[in-house]
């Protein structure tokens, strides 16, 4: 890659790896909302929605880092196959847990053996977030699974977004500040 600093072409080139897979799971994660409203799934649009802005949020921070190191993040944004919304949960948890148990542990573990502070910084914030998409996910494919429309999933919801980190959650005020990046609270973006 041009332009990187000596010595950080690895940790750039997970960057870029990240930022096309958080910039693909935004693109997805919307078309996957707007068919969940279609649904009458307007909980599950929600969430969708809420988790599409924290990619969003992720994608501009690896972005900013690949800058920080004399590069420029550009990426492919793939035709988004939207199935059934239990289908496209599913297919959703599984993307996150890719995330989880293996992408961005690796790019940490690259990161931190460079004591490369600001792509450790944007790689944790991404991973913690993952986790919060993780359950909320697996939350609403278990009422799906289980025929419960009547519950949050099928009402629309306010999420909480941080601004910062991309730390998402369902409760108001669950926190002073973000448990990940110490953002105060009033700053999180409430989605719908
Ligand atoms: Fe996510
Ligand atoms: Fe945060």
Known sequence: ???????NETTAQNLLAAFAGESNAHAR???????????????AASLFRAAARSEQIHAANHA???KQLGGEATCTI?????RTTLENLKAALDGEQHEIDTMYPGF????????????IRTFT????AEKAHARLYGE?????????????IGEARDFYVCPVCGYTSETEEE??????????WEKFEIIR
């Open 140 to 152: 609403a494919i278990a009422l799906l699974v289980g025929g419960q429309k009547d519950s949050w």
């Open 1 to 7: 890659m041009p332009g990187i600093v000596a010595g």
């Open 64 to 66: 900013r880092v690949v």
């Open 108 to 119: 940490l573990e690259e990161a931190e053996e460079r004591n490369n502070t600001i792509a």
């Open 125 to 128: 914030g991404a991973l913690e």
């Open 29 to 43: 994660y919307t078309a996957f909302a707007v068919k969940a409203g279609a649904d009458g799934l307007y909980g």
């Open 175 to 184: 926190h002073e500040r973000c448990p990940v990046c110490n953002c105060p």
């Open 78 to 82: 793939h035709a988004v196959e939207v």
